[in-house]
């Protein structure tokens, strides 16, 4: 019989990736260019048949890669776990998101793994890759997996490994994004390693899943705690007058010793608002207080409710009130040039100005419609009446399609919190910075 090891070496292995999300999918394209074939899973049924039908909502996934992928038989995507048991390698990139509690809802990856259990057999390799608390892999998916007869790391291998994409990076996709990998045995590490290096440039092996869930919470706690950081320089350059993207620049010029973050309207996305809380969550069972992590989480979503004081504060000096007030927010992804939404500071912004009585639109090239409430709400064009007839212009994301010299000309005030004008001097008098 050919070894799990000399079919992933060959290609030969068939390879499922569970939830078709902005990790899974492109993960899926990934093995299936690699010459793997290729089922994914996801519980969304639209989600499927978008895939079967050659059709990515994917930004860094092109529909017509995934289309002759699809044609070629290399990924087909479906609903039924019943596909596993005919799998060499799983690979679990289910959400993990936060309970209103702010405690980890880890419920997507246990139904995952309870699917997966069910259709377990030998010299199968499983990888989770969401992102968890350190233990996840060894506590709660070992003890599912293994309720039947199968040994983990003797009959079956299981291992961790990070998702450390990047949406609508241009220069870094998963393969060349070196990637972490700790199974729960030597060899699982081993099998793990030589999955991903199929498709990834660099692997690095760690010496347990655990290690590799912490891992990934240490990059994105460092990113989180840095940004909390800036952002407390931006409120005392506020109060100083003086310009905190000149200040970071100009810091970033010391070739050693600092890394530039820059500050901005809060924090946005699955990951960054949201991993740190995880490791928070298992330090404090452990009775480790984890007061950097609380207080960046403090100070991140503080800025949202910082961004409103500022629009208020802005029109109050034009002698306007905020109700009834005109205001358009451009950009409500939360980054620039994704088109992802979730975490996003845009919305607790609009939200808040509009329970003031102003009456908010937005413009986003990258999202169309947003929900508030449960009820769509669609983007507007950025036309030159809109922008003249807006009594406020909150810019929250610097996306490339917008043209920022020319919104400056037209619109009467700006709320600038991304310095997305940068030192349009001319126009100092109606440009607030964060
Ligand atoms: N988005 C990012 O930039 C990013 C980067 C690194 C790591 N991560 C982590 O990767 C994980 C996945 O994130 P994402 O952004 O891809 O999420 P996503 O919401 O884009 O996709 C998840 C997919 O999983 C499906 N799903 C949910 N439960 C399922 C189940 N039981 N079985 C099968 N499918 C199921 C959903 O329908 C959805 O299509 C999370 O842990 C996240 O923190 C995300």
Not at 136 to 142: A, G, H, K, P, V
Not at 170 to 180: C, G, L
Not at 201 to 220: C, F, G, H, Q, Y
């Amino acid at each position: 019989m050919i070894s799990l090891k000399d079919k992933i070496k060959s290609r030969r292995a068939k390879i499922a990736v569970i939830g078709l999300g902005y990790v899974g999918l492109p993960l899926a394209v990934e093995f299936a260019k690699a010459g793997f074939t290729v089922a994914g899973i996801d519980v969304n049924p639209g989600k499927v048949k978008l895939i079967n039908g050659g059709r990515s909502d994917i930004l860094d996934v092109d529909s017509s890669e995934l289309r002759i992928l699809v044609r070629e038989r290399k990924l087909r995507a479906t609903s039924s776990y019943r596909v596993v048991a005919g799998m060499d390698a799983v690979s679990i990139c289910v959400p993990t998101p936060l309970r209103k509690t702010r405690e980890p809802d880890i419920s997507f990856v246990v139904n995952a793994s309870m699917e997966v259990a069910k259709h377990l057999r030998r010299n199968q390799l499983i990888v989770l890759e969401s992102t968890t608390y350190p233990g996840t892999t060894d506590e709660l998916i070992l003890p599912i997996l293994s309720k039947g007869r199968l040994k983990a790391g003797k009959d079956f291998y299981l291992a961790f490994s990070p998702e450390r994409v990047d949406p609508g990076n241009k220069t870094f996709h998963t393969e060349n994004i070196p990637k972490v990998v700790g199974g729960i045995t030597p060899k699982s590490t081993r099998l793990a390693k030589l999955l991903y290096e199929q498709v990834v440039d660099t692997v690095i092996p760690v010496s347990s899943s655990r290690t590799a869930e912490m891992v990934k919470l240490l990059e994105n706690t460092f990113r989180s705690t840095n940004i909390a950081l800036v952002n407390e320089m931006a409120l005392i350059c506020n109060r100083l007058g003086v310009d905190v993207w000149e200040v970071v620049d100009a810091a970033a010029t010391k070739p050693f010793g600092f890394m530039p973050f820059y500050p901005g309207p809060g924090l946005g996305g699955a990951c960054i608002p949201i991993d740190p809380h995880y490791l928070l969550w298992k330090a404090k069972l452990l009775g480790v207080e984890a007061k950097f992590i609380e207080l960046a989480g403090e100070i991140n979503r503080s800025m949202p409710e910082y961004v409103v004081g500022k629009i208020t504060g802005a029109l109050n000096g034009r002698r306007k009130s905020v109700k009834g007030s005109l205001i358009l927010i451009l950009g409500v992804a939360y980054k620039k040039d994704v088109n992802d939404s979730r975490e996003s500071p845009a919305r607790e912004i609009i939200t808040s100005l509009r329970t003031m009585g102003a009456k908010v639109s937005y413009n986003d090239p990258h999202i169309p419609v947003m929900e508030f409430d449960a009820k769509p709400v669609k983007s507007v064009a950025l036309t030159d009446k809109i922008l003249r007839q807006a009594d406020c212009v909150a810019i929250l994301t610097d996306h490339s399609e917008y043209n920022f010299a020319d919104i400056v000309t037209k619109a009467k005030l700006i709320i600038d919190t991304r310095n997305a004008t940068g030192s349009l001097k001319k126009y100092r008098n109606k440009i607030v910075k964060l």
